[in-house]
């Protein structure tokens, strides 16, 4: 029998490496969160997708990303029934759509060559852990039910769609269907974090009042008050979150847009724009660098402005395609998107 262990990165695999517990360990290195994400029935048009955007962005080159793709799937599909895959994934947004195209991934096969699959009970960051406490949560995963397999499917299928019109569905029979939201909070719960997670991604739509997603207005309400460095307004990005989940490229590639753009929101206290370094570059300089709110971002994060009629949009959440021509606003009154133009 192979036993499989599936986690989200580098840290928690050698965490996992260090514990001692039998079995292989597989990263499923992906920010799903940014970037487009189509369907994945062809993967190696999703793989090319993908590593062209993260090439794109500097993050990687293409064929490594490709190539780390296409390993990554190969270990899925050698697995079987007698075989067990073990998910470790934590509470916040990057893993948990990691989380969600792992288990479509299997709904999508047949019941009797699926492997069993089980879920570590985690409400916490995996990747600090010491090794002993890994073992112990291991010794406590819970089965993967026929009902998680189709959670996990229908919430992949909403997320990789062309509007945000599934995600939203999904997230309101979630609510539903899955009523705790921590594992400690009821033994026999498995995706008790998806809820939030997936209304988080719904976050990242630009608000109604001011064109800003909730990243991009924490990242300016930090900001309102003084001028700080890109360092510190991590730090304050991060502790804005329940569950941090952008990483420090993305955040560098979200205070870029904020900046590069026609009517500046962000910029550096000299007047320059911020430009984003590139993974294999040094960075930090970027990051001891004050940067503050030009006028018109103090305008915009008061409302009294709109990044999106200003600067336009083109942006990718999952598989839909925000531009002027067709995009999506988020209403935190309502709890809904709201499409633009309005018919």
Known sequence: MLTLHLTNGDLASSALARSGLP????????LLHDGPVPRDDDLEAFRRVRGHFLASRGWSHES??????????????????????VLWFEPDLYDQLQLIQILARFAGGGEQARPRLTIVPADCYLGPME???????????????????????LAWSAFTAPTPDAL????????????????????QVRLPHLVSALRRQLEEYPDIDS???RSERQLCEALSPRAITLRTLFAAHQAAESWVWLGDLSFAWYAERLSD????IVEHTDGS??????????????????VQLTPFGQDVVRARADAVRANGIDRWIGGTHSTLAQYWRW?????????????
């Open 261 to 264: 753009c026609a009517q500046p």
């Open 64 to 85: 490594d990303a490709v190539a780390d793709f296409a390993q990554r799937d190969a270990r899925l599909e050698v697995v079987g029934a007698g075989d067990e895959v």
């Open 131 to 153: 090794p002993v406490r890994l073992a112990t949560m291991y010794g406590v995963r819970r089965e993967i039910t026929a009902v998680d397999l189709l959670h996990g499917q």
């Open 168 to 187: 939203l569905a999904v997230v309101s029979r979630l609510d539903r269907e899955v009523t705790a939201r921590t594992y400690d909070a009821d033994a």
């Open 273 to 290: 724009r911020l430009i984003a370094p590139l993974r294999d570059a040094r960075g930090q300089g970027f990051w001891e660098r004050t």
């Open 23 to 30: 079995g292989d360990i597989v990263s499923w290195r992906d």
């Open 211 to 213: 064109g800003l997603s």
């Open 331 to 343: 209403d935190a009154r309502t709890q809904r998107t709201e499409p633009f133009p309005r018919s």
